[in-house]
Structures are given as C-alpha cells and as structure tokens.
C-alpha cells in the first residue's frame, strides 16, 4: 500500500501532465495543494522533496515550487556511481557498460556519415588537432576536450534523450579513469583513433565510420580486461 506522500507525488505528476505545464512554470502553492489533495503539509512536503530530487520539480526557497528540468541527471549519477563500485568489488560492470556504449555509438554512425554539417566537421576538426596539441604539451587527453567531442559529433541527430544518455556513458568511464584506472590508449593513439572517425563520418563511408568506433572501443575493451584479470 502506498504511503501518503508516495501517493501524493503521483497527483503532483498527474497535475503538471494535465495542465499541460513546462519545465519552469510554476506549481500551485503549499496551501492550495494541501487543500485540493486533502494531505497534511508534512506529507505534501515530503513528496516535494522526492520529485526535486529527481528533478521533476524545483523548489525555490522565497519564491515557490516550479515544474523541473526533468534531467536526466539522477539517472546519469546513479548508473556512474554503481560502475565505478562494481569495478572496485571486482565485477564487470564496466565491460558491460562499455558494451551497451559500444552497441550504441557504432549504430549512430549510419545515421551521421555523409551527413554531418560543415561546420560540426569543421569542429570536431579542431577538437582532434586541440587533442594532439594537448598531447604534445601534458601527455595526455583532456576530459573537456574529449567530452566536447562526443558532443559535436552526435549533435546533428538533434536527441536531446540521447545527448544525456552518452553522456551519462562517458562520465562513469572518466569518473574511473580519474581514480587512476586506464581505460583508453595512450594519448596520440587516441588522438589519432578519433581523427579516423571523423574522416570516415566525412567522406559518407558508413562502414568504416562504424569500424572505426569499433577499433576504438576494441582497444578500450582489451585494456578494461587485463585490469579485470589483474584484479582478482
């Protein structure tokens, strides 16, 4: 049986739905909820807190209760959080994340070969020579710079769904790459493994922008491996 508050999120949920509102429109008053869900305050409060804290709503202290940004970002800091403790208690979560990462990327590249604008390959262009620069200079990558990447190349699909998704993707693997685990090839390998998705994107060839993702993620996968074999 639900409790009072779980109850009352779904009336919440079920209010913005049917009045149509948008993410920063405002939610009618503690009072006025109170009263039009007959819940004791403490009850409608607690429901509140539930729904910002999946950000289906926004509390502005001062100011009153706001539909959210509805984010995906819970679900991105659960999934990072839960790869990294995997790795750490020695399971694969990060081969299977990799996996369903791997499945989807490679998949993308059918529908953006040949069809990158100019000036997203013009980018992403200066991304790879911004890459081998910061190679020449520290050794390696910067997270920034790969990340804007990812970014530039799969923005043309226009998925804001599926922008969240790979990012929540690349944050679990930098978040363990940052707590010294390798998990990519060294710096100019790397650098230069993302130079050959972008001509391949650019001359239309389907196939080998595809393959290209797959060596990319093969290389990762290899790595991934021998630290999980070397871990138990």
């Not at 949920?13 to 305050?41: H, M, N």
């Amino acid at each position: 049986m639900k409790s009072v508050a779980a109850d009352t999120e779904e009336r919440i949920k079920e209010l913005i739905v049917e009045r149509g509102l948008a993410p920063g429109d405002p939610l009618p008053t503690e009072t006025e909820l109170t009263g039009a869900f007959g819940v004791s305050r403490n009850s409608l409060r607690e429901a509140l807190k539930s729904l910002q804290a999946v950000n289906i709503i926004e509390i502005r202290h001062g100011f009153g209760t706001y539909v959210g940004t509805m984010s995906l970002e819970p679900l991105i800091e659960a999934m990072a959080f839960r790869t990294v403790v995997g790795h750490r208690l020695g399971q694969e979560s990060l081969l299977e994340l990799l996996q369903m990462r791997e499945a989807l990327e490679a998949g993308l590249m059918y529908g953006l070969a040949g069809r990158l604008p100019e000036e997203d390959l013009a980018e992403l262009d200066t991304l790879v020579a911004r890459m081998h620069a910061e190679v020449r200079e520290t050794g390696e990558i910067a997270s920034a710079t790969d990340r804007a990447f990812h970014r530039a190349l799969h923005r043309s699909l226009g998925n804001e769904l599926l922008s969240e998704l790979l990012d929540a993707f690349w944050s679990a693997f930098h978040r363990v790459r940052a707590q010294g685990l390798r998990t990519a090839a060294e710096g100019q390998e790397l650098a230069q493994m993302h130079g050959r998705i972008v001509e391949a994107v650019r001359t239309g060839d389907a196939g080998a922008s595809e393959s290209a993702v797959h060596r990319h993620f093969d290389d990762i996968r290899s790595r991934l491996t021998q630290a999980h074999k070397e871990s138990i």
